[in-house]
């Protein structure tokens, strides 16, 4: 039964995402499999993959099977910066456990001049999260353990990792190569944003 209801789902986010190609991304989490949660990704702007792990949202539906099964057009971010407006929506089976999200995310960024004057369409609501802390990465939770890594050791140095120096910069990638950040897909990308240099350097900083 749980995977009929995914089956049915993911036509839902097919259909969706094709009907706004370029503007909204729409994920299906199956939460049955926190881990490899993304069972479907339409429309892919946030540079996550099938296979990848669940959201905040969708380990907090996890644990608690009362969080709000709605949470409706709250602010968000893709990866590279763009503003994003989101509304994530929980799937229970008969027994009244979470075991899907169904996930919009509306690349706001692309929208024209005049489409932003629509305060409407583009407005997020405070109350959306219906008394939830709404905290979400769109990304791979591996990638969000990376960035704070970087970030506390710019800081140990008095600095943002945009400022840190060349060779602090290499000492941080061969940290970060040692520690094993270098097993996620998306990693090298990740670093090279944060730091501010090509995806190259960080690979020949790493040797």
Not at 25 to 37: K, N, S, T
Not at 47 to 70: C, F, H, K, M, N
Not at 157 to 171: F, H, I, V, Y
Request: aromatic share 4%; with cysteine; charged share 25%.
């Amino acid at each position: 039964m749980d995977e009929h209801l995914l089956a049915e789902a993911e036509k839902i986010a097919v259909a969706v995402g094709r009907m706004f190609p370029g503007l909204c991304e729409v994920v299906l989490h199956d939460l049955r499999e926190p881990d490899q949660a993304i069972r479907v990704i339409e429309n892919n702007l946030s540079g996550r993959s099938v296979g990848d792990s669940a959201t905040e949202l969708g380990l907090r539906r996890i644990a608690d099977p009362e969080y709000p099964a709605v949470i409706q057009n709250y602010r968000n971010q893709f990866p590279d910066g763009r503003p994003a407006k989101s509304t994530s929506i929980g799937i229970k089976n008969a027994e009244g456990r979470y075991v899907a999200a169904l996930c919009l995310n509306l690349d706001v960024s692309t929208l024209s001049p005049m489409a932003l004057s629509l305060a409407n369409l583009v407005a997020t609501d405070p109350a959306a999260a219906a008394g939830a802390v709404v905290h979400e990465t769109l990304r791979d939770r591996t990638d969000r353990e990376m960035r704070l890594t970087i970030d506390a050791f710019a800081a140990d140095l008095a600095t943002t990792p945009r400022g840190l120096n060349r060779e602090q910069k290499r000492e941080l990638v061969q940290k970060l190569h040692r520690e094993g950040y270098f097993d996620s897909r998306s990693s090298a990308q990740t670093i090279a944003d944060q730091l501010g240099i090509s995806r190259a350097t960080v690979y020949n900083y790493a040797k």
